[in-house]
């Protein structure tokens, strides 16, 4: 048996392309319930606010609003809670048989690219008054703010990742941090945040038996610092081409402009200019390439500065 061990070779980038990642800036001070919308770059696809009043929004809960409100920190209507960092956060809840929860959307600072694969993180606070919780937060990204009247989006929306499901969040004094990976289809702008679960009854686990009657089969979070940045190019240097559908394409994840490919004579073998999808392992006549070692060039360009970084290295093939 014969494992392979792959290293990446990595260029760090450190780009947060969430604008208003901690909920600090706000279109104005919060005075009541079902407000996200007083948070600046943050919007509710559920509830639209006007014209009419919404009772299903998320909150926006910040050290500005006054004392007593409900809507000030640390002591909100929904708990008692310090924010991550700064000043605000936002609040969403569920409900654990009728279908009912609550989403909010964050706006990006630039559309994402097809292809490209993202990191994404966020921090997570069980409020001290919930009655039970559940692991199934999760996010979907799309490419505008839809608001989806009267529609649980649940019922109709996949979620793009979902929280491990042994990760049930049931810290109420510090923040948990969620994290993972997205490779998108190109253009999204907007991240969706809540329990996506594809069924009216979600799993929950009773954390607070002992709850307010108020709060029975309810669940809410605080949310704050969230973080995404395009995930650093990465280069294996190990593939297989033998047709048995595991590793046989030697892919580059990263901007990439330009890949050539020499044998251990320095003749080219391969070269894709622009629309890179992945070297098969067959040279430029459509023939396999033997079994060996083979040196890449890889030109990689940030569209945004048109900076371009060039990787050099090995490629062991074998079949």
Not at 72 to 85: F, I, L, M, N
Not at 196 to 217: C, D, G, L, R, S
Not at 282 to 296: A, F, H, L, T
């Amino acid at each position: 048996m014969i494992i392979l061990s792959l290293l990446f070779w990595e260029v760090n980038s450190a780009q947060n392309l969430i604008m208003n990642p901690s909920f600090e800036e706000y279109n104005i001070c919060p005075t009541n319930t079902a407000n996200v919308k007083d948070c600046k770059y943050v919007f509710d696809p559920q509830c639209i606010n006007e014209p009419i009043p919404c009772y299903s929004s998320s909150d926006y809960f910040n050290t500005c609003a006054l004392s007593g409100s409900n809507m000030d920190v640390p002591s909100t209507y929904a708990g008692y809670q310090h924010p991550k960092s700064g000043n605000g956060y936002i609040g969403s809840g569920f409900i654990d048989t009728l279908g009912y929860r609550e989403y909010f959307q964050v706006k990006l600072s630039q559309s994402l690219e097809a292809n490209r694969k993202y990191n994404f993180s966020f921090f997570v606070n069980l409020s001290n008054l919930s009655h039970l919780t559940t692991y199934a937060i999760g996010v979907n990204f799309v490419t505008d703010s839809v608001y989806y009247f009267n529609q649980y989006l649940w019922e109709f929306m996949e979620a793009d990742w979902v929280n491990d499901e042994n990760n049930y969040i049931t810290d109420t004094i510090g923040w948990t941090k969620l994290d993972g990976s997205y490779q998108a289809k190109g253009n999204e702008k907007w991240m969706i945040v809540g329990v996506f679960y594809p069924e009216k009854i979600i799993p929950t686990v009773v954390v607070n038996p002992n709850a307010n009657q108020a709060w029975q089969h309810f669940g809410y979070f605080f949310y704050d610092d969230f973080f995404i940045e395009a995930a650093p190019i990465s280069i294996p240097n190990v593939f297989t081409p033998n047709g048995d559908g595991i590793n046989d394409f030697w892919i580059v994840n990263g901007r990439v402009k330009k890949v050539t490919i020499y044998n251990r004579w320095g003749y080219m073998v391969f070269i894709s200019d622009g629309s890179f999808q992945g070297w098969n392992g067959n040279n430029k006549s459509n023939q396999p390439c033997s079994e060996g070692v083979y040196y890449y060039n890889v030109i990689e360009e940030n569209p945004i500065t048109n900076e371009q970084k060039t990787h050099k290295g090995f490629i062991t093939l074998l079949r």
